[in-house]
Nanobody
Framework: VQLVESGGGLVQAGGSLRLSCAAS????????MGWFRQAPGKEREFLAA????????YYADSVKGRFTISRDNAKNTVYLQMNSLKPEDTAVYYC????????????????WGQGTQVTVSS
């Protein structure tokens, strides 16, 4: 599975962005998907995950209520809607695919995208 993120950019604090992650391959619907981010000098941080069917979602406390993960298996795409953005949300955002489970543990994911930069100005 190859993953390609898009939708990042520069936004003012309080604004919104929607990230997309397009997956190649016919088996996209068999994977749980997750979103992570990494800011300079910081460890990778789990944000959200969604089950293969989209019926189960899981969020980190830091983004709960502001970010929404969703997926469209017909389009082989997973999304991250980000609202009420803060300067501390500035990071490179990554999507990842997991064949086996819905998990916040990054090391469990099998495939990763190259990342998309999100910069939130104050």
């Amino acid at each position: 599975v190859q993953l390609v993120e898009s939708g990042g950019g520069l936004v003012q604090a309080g604004g919104s962005l929607r990230l997309s992650c397009a997956a190649s391959g016919r088996t996209f619907s068999m994977y749980a998907m997750g979103w992570f981010r990494q800011a300079p000098g910081k460890e990778r941080e789990f944000l959200a995950a969604i089950s293969w069917s989209g019926g189960i979602t899981y969020y980190a406390d830091s983004v709960k209520g502001r970010f929404t993960i969703s997926r469209d298996n017909a389009k082989n795409t997973v999304y991250l809607q980000m609202n009420s953005l803060k300067p501390e949300d500035t990071a490179v955002y990554y999507c990842a695919a997991d064949r086996s489970s819905l998990t916040p543990q990054g090391q469990q994911y099998d495939y990763w995208g190259q990342g998309t930069q999100v910069t939130v100005s104050s």
